[in-house]
């Protein structure tokens, strides 16, 4: 069996320091290494420098898929900082898809060596490598979760991600992620219209969390910013700020008005997935 290790840095990764925690190279290699059953075969890339999972992109998104196409015949497992796991968890799955490839994302809350959560998830994730049907998971607190619907819901606790269940399409076109400039923007009471126009006015498109099952405020002169945003060719895609249940328009005619501007339909995408569909559709 071969294994293909991406590690791209986060708290598993790190060691104690006179600042703080900070990654230090040698600790994930070193850990899987003497957990693989014998005769597998370990091929590492390890990013340099190592990132926290705050500064993960487009470009190292980029990076994973490239390195994973270049090893069709490997498993591979991800190394990454929860902060940003929803997001590359997403934008792997939807990137992937139609590829038939088995790819295992792990990370902790606590770094190798301090009794926590990290060796556990290290050994979920090796074993579930050992699976052959093709997808994107996360190994962490005991359990395989989806990773195209990732929710980090707490920042502290062990047990911190849910996953809500995605509807990714399959592709036979090899997607990767294009220089463009999305946001995802929260629809609170009282934002004013003239901020919204000036960060859309510097935007490609942007995914809007409105509320409950598809409603916003009645302005006008939002609507009127969301319209012609749409109508200059932006892509604007809803989902909702609640954490299950997705949209429904037309249930209220609280909501009338905004669908009017032509914005799309998230369904019950996470906010991350729905802005990873705007980055590969």
């Not at 859309?200 to 302005?219: H, P, Q, W, Y």
């Not at 906010?271 to 990873?276: T, V």
């Amino acid at each position: 069996m071969k294994l293909l290790l991406i590690h791209t840095g986060g708290t598993i990764g790190m060691a104690e320091t006179p600042e703080g925690l900070a990654p230090r190279k040698g600790l994930v290699e070193e850990a899987i290494t003497k957990r693989l059953p014998q005769g597998t075969e370990l091929i590492t890339d390890v990013f340099n420098p190592l990132l926290d999972s705050a500064d993960v992109g487009p470009a190292h998104w980029n990076r994973m898929l490239e390195t994973i196409r270049s090893h069709p015949d490997a498993t591979v497992i991800i190394t990454h900082g929860t902060d940003t796991m929803a997001f590359t968890g997403a934008a792997l799955s939807q990137a992937l898809a139609g590829e038939v490839r088995r790819v295992i994302l792990c990370g902790s809350m606590l770094p190798l060596g301090q009794e926590g959560d990290a060796e556990g998830n290290l050994d979920l994730a090796i074993s579930a490598a050992m699976g052959t049907e093709p997808g994107v998971l996360l190994a962490f607190y005991g359990r395989l979760l989806a990773a195209d619907g990732l929710i980090k819901h707490h920042s502290q606790e062990a047990d911190s991600f849910r996953t809500q269940p995605q509807a990714t399409p399959r592709t036979t076109k090899r997607r990767t992620f294009l220089d463009r400039k999305l946001a995802i923007l929260t629809l609170s009471p009282g934002i004013p219209a003239d901020a919204v126009e000036a960060i859309l006015e510097k935007l490609d498109g942007a995914v809007l969390r409105i509320f409950g099952s598809g409603t916003a405020m009645n302005d006008t002169n939002l609507l009127k910013v969301l319209a012609e945003a749409v109508k200059s060719g932006k892509r604007l895609r809803a989902v909702s700020q609640c954490e299950a249940g997705g949209l429904s328009p037309g249930v209220y005619a609280a909501g009338a008005s905004l669908w009017s501007t032509g914005i799309e339909n998230g369904g019950t995408e996470t906010p991350e997935a729905a802005l990873i569909h705007l980055w590969l559709n």
